[in-house]
């Protein structure tokens, strides 16, 4: 059974940093995408960045690039996204999403694309 595991998430102020962790456990497969996915209050859950497993091809949103970077550690049991110089608009409930295929990395992935989903973690930035 896939388990997906967040953790890291707090409150910080603007201009802050914080380290998300995506724990992956039963996940058999050698080719897959890990994805950082974000939700705030009446807005849809939207792609912040993702991870090719093995080729180490990323996607970052936008409004992310140059302030967040996402890896993978050496064992590939975990996923890491770095949040630096955090803004207000960054607060939201933080998902880690897996599939069993490689992503594309030209465009924002849909959720629906994602099989495999962890409970969430919550960010908040204060100004």
């Known amino acids: 059974q896939v388990q997906l595991v967040e953790s890291g998430g707090g409150s910080v102020q603007t201009g802050g940093s914080l380290n998300l962790s995506c724990a992956a456990s039963?996940?058999?497969?050698?080719?897959?995408?890990v994805a950082w996915f974000r939700q705030a209050p009446g807005t849809e859950r939207e792609a912040v960045a993702l991870i090719n497993s093995g080729r180490s091809t990323t996607y970052y949103t936008d409004s992310v690039k140059g302030r967040f970077t996402i890896s993978q550690d050496s064992a590939k049991e975990a996923v890491h996204l770095r949040m630096n110089m955090l803004q207000p608009e960054d607060t939201a409930m933080y998902y880690c999403a897996a599939r069993a295929a490689y992503c594309a990395t030209i465009y924002k992935p849909p959720a629906t694309i994602f099989s495999y989903w962890g409970q969430g973690t919550q960010v908040a930035v204060s100004s």
């Open positions: 039963g996940f058999p497969y050698s080719e897959y995408c």
